[in-house]
């Protein structure tokens, strides 16, 4: 005896409230959580909306469509080419000057800065918007 079947999962993912153009910064406005079938979707949606809130869209969304983390992304707070203040901090000492970003950095992300009084190139820590931390 031959049976067919069919299973469906349903849970709670996160989708789009509106059409969102790619780069856009989400919200928690531009989110909510939606019941859909999990076995037709693709790994990576995301469960929770405050997953995605602060981060950028890496390409356009339509209306009620799935959020993935394959479609976010950190916002970038250093820039390659822009002028930065590279931060240390030694022995109870903090030092502060220019340098300028050779790469782009989210929070997190480890940069290259030329120095713009030594011209040395050093590595650091994107630790806020224009801000790297040199250790």
Same mark, same amino acid.
Request: charged share 20%.
């Given at each position: 005896?031959? &049976?067919?079947? =069919?299973? #469906?999962? &349903?849970?709670? #993912? !996160? !989708?789009?409230?509106?059409?969102?153009?790619?780069?856009?910064? %989400? =919200?928690?406005?531009?989110?909510?959580?939606?019941?859909?079938?999990?076995?037709? %979707?693709?790994?990576?949606?995301?469960? =929770?909306?405050?997953?995605? #809130?602060?981060?950028?869209?890496?390409?356009?969304?339509?209306?009620? =469509? #799935?959020?993935? %983390?394959?479609?976010?992304?950190?916002?970038?707070?250093?820039?390659?080419?822009?002028?930065?203040?590279?931060?240390?901090?030694?022995?109870? &000492? *903090? @030092?502060?000057?220019?340098?300028?970003? %050779?790469?782009?950095?989210?929070?997190?992300?480890? @940069?290259?800065? *030329?120095?713009?009084?030594?011209? *040395?190139? &050093?590595?650091?820590?994107?630790?806020?918007?224009?801000?790297?931390? @040199?250790?």
């Amino acid at each position: 005896l031959y &049976v067919s079947a =069919q299973t #469906v999962v &349903v849970g709670n #993912v !996160v !989708v789009t409230t509106r059409p969102l153009a790619r780069h856009h910064i %989400l =919200q928690a406005s531009d989110l909510r959580l939606a019941r859909r079938d999990l076995t037709t %979707l693709p790994r990576g949606y995301l469960e =929770q909306p405050q997953q995605a #809130v602060g981060e950028v869209l890496l390409r356009q969304l339509g209306d009620g =469509q #799935v959020v993935r %983390l394959t479609q976010i992304a950190a916002p970038k707070l250093v820039r390659r080419g822009e002028t930065v203040t590279l931060s240390a901090d030694a022995g109870g &000492v *903090r @030092v502060r000057m220019s340098g300028k970003a %050779l790469s782009d950095g989210a929070s997190g992300d480890s @940069v290259q800065v *030329r120095n713009l009084s030594s011209r *040395r190139v &050093v590595q650091g820590i994107v630790t806020a918007r224009g801000v790297v931390t @040199v250790e």
